[in-house]
Nanobody
């Protein structure tokens, strides 16, 4: 299994970024892809997830209304559109893959990709 995250970078407060997670090396749609983040000095937290089977999603309360997760099953790619970014969104963002079709950001993951850094300046 490989997970390749991309799209991080520098944004100003109020700006937007779209992260991509290209997944490969697994069969079927009985998986969930999630995004997690870890800010300096803080624990990692789940941001959003999407079921590859039925498209159900889940979001961290602090990003609801600003973040949209979507999938392109044909490309095995999941996107995280982040709008109205805040300095507190600054973190390394990781995409992860979990067996099963139930999407819950509180769940751990079976496979992790390398992170991509998002920095939001005030």
């Amino acid at each position: 299994v490989q997970l390749q995250a991309s799209g991080g970078g520098l944004a100003h407060t109020g700006g937007s970024l779209t992260l991509s997670c290209a997944a490969s090396g697994f069969m079927t749609d009985y998986w969930t892809i999630s995004w997690h983040r870890q800010a300096p000095g803080k624990e990692r937290e789940g941001v959003s997830c999407i079921s590859l089977l039925d498209g159900r999603v889940d979001y961290l309360d602090s990003v609801k209304g600003r973040v949209t997760i979507s999938r392109d099953n044909a490309k095995n790619t999941v996107y995280l559109q982040m709008n109205n970014l805040r300095p507190e969104d600054t973190a390394v963002y990781y995409c992860a893959l979990t067996r099963g079709h139930i999407c819950d950001i509180r769940h751990g993951a079976d496979y992790w990709g390398k992170g991509t850094l998002v920095t939001v300046s005030s």
